[in-house]
T-cell receptor
Framework: GNSVTQMEGPVTLSEEAFLTINCTYTATGYPSLFWYVQYPGEGLQLLLKATKADDKGSNKGFEATYRKETTSFHLEKGSVQVSDSAVYFCALSMVGAQKLVFGQGTRLTINP | DTAVSQTPKYLVTQMGNDKSIKCEQNLGHDTMYWYKQDSKKFLKIMFSYNNKELIINETVPNRFSPKSPDKAHLNLHINSLELGDSAVYFC???????????FGPGTRLTVL
């Protein structure tokens, strides 16, 4: 079946550090890929997405590139802020499907 | 201008009780979903409805019964609550299959 694997957390960084959260997927076919973010006490918000190979999604300084050859969609940000502290979820959805398949989530804490 | 709303936000109840969680979306979407987030933050699809028709039921116990009175609403009724039902339940909606999903703020259910 389809699945998503994220790097183990929690991840703790200092402000202005470079961030990478790894995400790889297994899918029969070509999924759409998403990063969602969950701030403390809130629901999930879409951070960025990519719908086909080599697409780059970007938002709020975060970027992720859909790599078909490595089945990956790693999340990166050049300089993190305290306000980026949250849980980040990588997810996939197959065309015509009715659900998102999520990774296990990575908790990110940014210290001032 | 809330997009996807859920009530209640918190629900504390005793084992064996029956409870309902309501979800409404004002985005004009055709598809609605229920997800369960466990204590380790893992998110998994429970149900999906498309135009009031059940599309996905992911091996959820019969004690859980979704009801969609119209396209804008998807309620979740739970009978004979068990300790293991304690979780955060998220409602979501999307325009079509495989598209971006918009999430509600979640309902934290605690079964004592």
């Amino acid at each position: 079946g389809n699945s998503v694997t994220q790097m183990e957390g929690p991840v703790t960084l200092s402000e202005e550090a470079f961030l990478t959260i790894n995400c790889t997927y297994t899918a029969t076919g070509y999924p759409s890929l998403f990063w969602y973010v969950q701030y403390p006490g809130e629901g999930l918000q879409l951070l960025l997405k990519a719908t086909k190979a080599d697409d780059k999604g970007s938002n709020k300084g975060f970027e992720a590139t859909y790599r078909k050859e490595t089945t990956s969609f790693h999340l990166e940000k050049g300089s993190v802020q305290v306000s980026d502290s949250a849980v980040y979820f990588c997810a996939l959805s197959m065309v015509g499907a009715q659900k998102l398949v999520f990774g296990q989530g990575t908790r990110l804490t940014i210290n001032p | 201008d809330t997009a996807v709303s859920q009530t209640p936000k918190y629900l504390v109840t005793q084992m064996g009780n029956d409870k309902s969680i309501k979800c409404e979306q004002n985005l004009g979407h055709d598809t609605m979903y229920w997800y369960k987030q466990d204590s380790k933050k893992f998110l998994k699809i429970m149900f999906s409805y498309n135009n009031k028709e059940l599309i996905i039921n992911e091996t959820v116990p019969n004690r859980f019964s979704p009801k969609s009175p119209d396209k804008a609403h998807l309620n979740l009724h739970i009978n004979s609550l068990e300790l293991g039902d304690s979780a955060v339940y998220f409602c979501a909606s999307s325009r079509a299959r495989g598209n971006e999903q918009f999430f509600g703020p979640g309902t934290r259910l605690t079964v004592l």
